[in-house]
């Protein structure tokens, strides 16, 4: 298993501002992920984060708006970037483990942003 | 692309038997997963189920029919802390396995 912290774990923030997520794993880890779930909704993947290289988007998210940071094996970072209402959302960093069989995804409890 | 499909809302009372479905269209299926998330919490895993068949873990099985693009999740003798949002997700062919596409999730209420 893996312990994932994630701060902070929840902010109210003004329109227009930028708000850093962070995300640290109590093991090494080869990739991170990190899902957006809106009120009420599904988990939504946002990127894929690998250490030494630039995050890989998903359709629909662009690095400009949500920067990732990957500077080693278990820490990453997600920006979220000139935020509007519409980025109200809880974000969820979360890990694959090495050699872990049958699709297991760690998640931290995320991060619920406000934006006013 | 890909799709999921599951009920939105199940009701059940403490000691009942839940059948949550799960049908999915996919490009390229690997296996499908289920995720349970209390209210204010972190998904946490529950089951995967990557060939035809019945898992069974304690008081919850999944079930996968690859034919039918179609599996579910079992939850026996309700209990109050089941009470929790279940979703049922994919992982294509290729990918690896912390890229799941989520279905929207299916609320189960645990009445007494």
């Known amino acids: 298993s893996a312990v994932i912290s994630q701060k902070p774990s929840r902010d109210i923030c003004q329109r227009g501002t930028s708000l850093t997520i962070q995300c640290q794993v109590d093991?090494?880890?080869?990739?991170m992920f990190w899902y957006r779930q809106q009120p009420g909704q599904s988990l939504t993947l946002i990127a894929t984060?690998?250490?030494?290289?630039?995050?890989?988007?998903e359709s629909g998210f662009v690095i400009d708006k949500f920067p990732i940071s990957r500077p080693n094996l278990t820490f990453s970072t997600l920006t979220v970037s000139n935020m509007s209402p519409e980025d109200s959302s809880i974000y969820l960093c979360?890990?694959?483990?090495?050699?872990?069989?049958?699709?297991?995804?760690?998640f931290g409890e995320g991060s619920r942003l406000t934006v006013l | 692309g890909q799709s999921l499909e599951q009920p939105s809302e199940v009701t059940a009372v403490e000691g009942a038997i839940v059948q949550i479905n799960c049908t999915y269209q996919?490009?390229?299926?690997?296996?499908l997963s289920w995720y349970q998330q209390h209210d204010g919490g972190a998904p946490t895993f529950l089951s995967y189920?990557?060939?035809?068949g019945l898992e069974e873990t304690g008081r919850f099985s999944s079930f996968l029919s690859r034919s039918d693009s179609y599996g579910y999740l079992l939850l026996q003798e309700l209990q109050m802390k089941d009470s929790a949002s279940y979703f049922c997700?994919?992982?294509?062919?290729?990918?690896?396995?912390?890229?799941?596409?989520f279905g929207a999730g299916t609320q189960v209420v645990v009445t007494p």
């Open positions: 979360s890990v694959e483990l090495a050699g872990v069989f049958g699709g297991e995804l760690f």
């Open positions: 093991s090494q880890v080869t990739m």
């Open positions: 984060a690998n250490q030494g290289s630039e995050a890989t988007y």
């Open positions: 996919t490009s390229g299926f690997y296996g």
């Open positions: 189920n990557a060939l035809d």
């Open positions: 997700a994919v992982r294509d062919r290729g990918a690896s396995w912390g890229k799941l596409q």
